[in-house]
């Protein structure tokens, strides 16, 4: 049982459990977010990894075979700069000094400089800035050390960064998923799939795409260059479910907006646990929605690989999942005219659209 040793299991799109070490640089936290066990107002034990600890533990888990990678966050640190720093010189030792060459999943803070967001793009493989909740309404009402400009800066800067470096390197400027995904087409790329704005490249950068040559990634140490493509597994996200009152419809929608404006490579839900006493959050007896969870992640699925669109899973007279039946066939049943299907006849996005067929059966 690897739960108690802070090792959590991803999945890859083969199929494939990865194992990765997932820690807290420290739970020390200026910000004093409502919903937060580490928040500044908690009298909670505290503790700082220096980043040699952090590497000595990766590298002796990953010798051991426990684990394939690294999942690496942390609490605000005195401020945003002095956390994104040492975060970066701990993926910055990991990658030199102990040469460790596994998966590596970073959490930026927001409000960091722009420099060293780069500099963590070029050394992990996933970046992920958490939005934390559907609504600016929400968060500022439970997170008043944050809002969505601090949030969504960064998560656009990411996206043109990691666009501009696929290009770069021959590729498609969007992250790979479902050929039938229709959200892909919105305002950060243009018709024939290129990428609209580059404010996050340098003008040397920028020329070097221009006329067709790769482009030079920055030094990130001064004794060595190291030279990866920026956040190869692209950029991902997190929403907090149930601890405010936004409706199944809210949370799929702003999800929706985001694999659309910022081509996310995941929207990732978190159930709500009661962990603090406040008037503004649900009661600490109150149930854990973890089958609301389960159905926004299989609504998640349906808008990335399915063609569904939010409006047509939710409305505004039905806003929320019926937890009895997985999203795809509460719409069936709700559109039986549509059935039954000639297999034989129908297009491939009808056949997505049956019960128990997915995108190999299709």
Not at 11 to 24: E, M, N, P, T, V
Not at 203 to 221: F, I, M, N
Request: proline share 5%; glycine share 6%; with cysteine.
């Amino acid at each position: 049982n690897a739960e108690a040793c802070g090792i959590c299991h991803s999945f890859a799109a083969d199929g494939r459990c990865i194992s990765l070490l997932k820690i807290l640089m420290t739970n020390h936290c200026a910000y004093d977010c409502k919903y937060c066990i580490n928040r500044a107002s908690n009298d909670v034990k505290r503790a700082t990894f220096t980043p040699e600890e952090i590497c000595e533990l990766t590298i002796e888990f990953y010798k051991r075979n426990y684990i394939e990678g690294l999942f690496l966050s942390s609490g605000v640190l005195k401020n945003p700069s002095y956390t994104m720093e040492r975060i970066c010189e701990t993926l910055m030792l990991l990658r030199t000094k102990y040469r460790f060459n596994g998966y590596i999943h970073v959490k930026a803070i927001p409000g960091a400089p722009d420099e060293l967001l780069l500099r963590a793009g070029y050394l992990a493989d996933r970046v992920s800035i958490n939005l934390e909740l559907p609504t600016a309404q929400s968060l500022s009402k439970l997170a008043p050390n944050k809002s969505f400009k601090t949030i969504l800066e960064p998560m656009e800067k990411i996206t043109g960064t990691i666009a501009a470096n696929r290009l770069a390197l021959g590729k498609d400027a969007r992250m790979e998923r479902s050929s039938i995904n229709r959200y892909l087409t919105g305002s950060i790329f243009n018709q024939n799939g290129t990428h609209n704005g580059q404010a996050a490249l340098s003008g040397t950068q920028r020329t070097a795409l221009e006329s067709g040559d790769k482009l030079s990634l920055p030094a990130v140490s001064k004794d060595m260059c190291v030279k990866r493509p920026f956040a190869p597994a692209g950029q991902s996200t997190q929403m907090i479910i149930g601890a405010t009152p936004e409706t199944d419809l809210t949370l799929i929608r702003t999800t929706q907006h985001l694999y659309k404006n910022y081509d996310l490579k995941r929207v990732f839900y978190s159930a709500y646990i009661p962990l603090n006493e406040d008037s503004a959050l649900p009661q600490l007896d109150a149930d854990v929605p973890l089958l609301r969870e389960h159905r926004l992640y299989q609504a998640d699925w349906l808008l990335r690989f399915y063609g569904f669109q939010a409006d047509e899973l939710l409305s505004e007279s039905r806003p929320n999942f019926n937890e009895q039946l997985d999203p795809k066939c509460d719409w069936a049943i709700r559109h039986l005219g549509q059935f039954p299907v000639e297999v034989q006849n129908a297009s491939y996005d009808m056949l997505l659209r049956i019960p128990g067929i997915g995108p190999k059966s299709a």
